[in-house]
């Protein structure tokens, strides 16, 4: 394993690192609701309009943060959209409440918008054999982040406030802006802008919906992980209420959502690097399949058992679909449109994120018993699509940058 991960450059490795604490101090999504409700005084109704009205920001800024990346550098978006949502977030508490629909969604599309350039800089940064650990170096520092974050804003609120979780918040934000701006070197990338983008033919190159139809695989890729990704996050809506309505509590199901947390922090390395000489596309089927599986468990009833293979079968698929996917998109796209691609898949993970509890929760309301059947075929089918995908073309891979200062693009 060490071997494997020598590959990665040492400025990814402090990127990922910083991750830690950007995602350890994430506390606005997880305790806006309680906030916005409790010291805000705001009704569940009014709460809910500038939740959504953030959601709406943040699937926009991650379906155009990879435009702006391609066009003016991925290194000064990924600063700017840092400087932006954590500036936000840190006045947040002073912000007038009639304003929180405005400043909010601001927030929120400034964090959008860094996920692309954050992944297309690992892209241009990490040799295309060794993308799939980079990808899963970053998800490994910024779930062991999420993990002692939702605890620790508990305690900040505490014994401060519920303002000081927007203030911390931020501030990991702007520590990020500086630590980016310190470790990547400026205009290291010295490639065509898009605008200027020219074949080996001295042609124009193609644009991005033409390098699109030209790889069916990523367009497979793509619709699963919009799929996978809104399955993926029943766990987190209707999953607590499925296992309530079984006698199960919230104290079960946190330590459910630890077993999650914990396996992925402890295995998803080594196991990514075990598979790192297999091809992508049959291991990101697998990890669907695995997906489906563990929903269909859920249809012989909510107890502990079906539960506790349910979340492992959960976990093992989203650790191989999640960074082999991100890789084989990196790998897929041209260079001119590197941060486009990614944005294309942040985008579509993102809104899966976002339809998850809408959709999931309205269909238990209607038919408790249709979910999980119906979430074990779409995951098993998008695995099976993705399985498919290598008869419908041959792969294009994508020019690699020579060298580690790539990693900068502006």
Known sequence: MKQAMKDIPRVVWLLAASMFIV????????????????????????????????GVGMIAGNFTG???????????????????????LAVLPLVPTAALAVVFPICQYGTGITRASNSALIAFS?????????????????????TIGPPLGALIAAQFSYDWLFVADGAGMLFFAVWAAIILPRNGNKRQRPADALTAAGTPAP???????????????LGAMLIADTVYRQQYSTLPVFLADHGLGTGFYGALIAINGGLVICLELPITVALRKRASLPVIGAGLVLLGAGFATLIAGGHVLTAIVMMALLTLGDIL???????????????????RFQSLYAGVSVSGFVLAAPLGGALYGAAPGALWPLCALLAAGAGIAVLAAPR????????????????AQG
Not at 71 to 86: D, N, P, Y
Not at 326 to 334: E, S
Not at 392 to 407: F, H, K, N
């Open 23 to 54: 995602a350890a101090l994430s506390f606005a999504m997880v305790y806006l609701f309680v906030y916005l409700t409790g010291p805000r005084g705001l009704s569940t109704t009014h709460a809910g309009l500038i939740a959504g009205l953030g």
């Open 66 to 88: 990879g435009w702006f990346g391609d066009h003016f550098g991925h290194r000064r978006i990924l600063i700017i959209g840092m400087l932006t949502g954590g500036l936000g």
């Open 126 to 146: 990490v040799p295309e054999g060794a993308r799939r650990q980079g990808f899963a170096l970053m998800r490994f520092f910024a779930n062991a982040g999420v």
């Open 207 to 221: 644009g991005l919906w033409a390098e699109l139809r030209a790889r069916p695989g990523v367009l497979v890729v």
């Open 321 to 339: 679909y999640k960074s082999p996917s991100t890789a084989y998109v990196a790998d897929n796209a041209p260079d001119h449109l590197q941060g």
């Open 392 to 407: 419908l073309g041959l792969r294009q891979a994508a020019a690699e940058p020579d060298s580690v200062t790539a990693v």
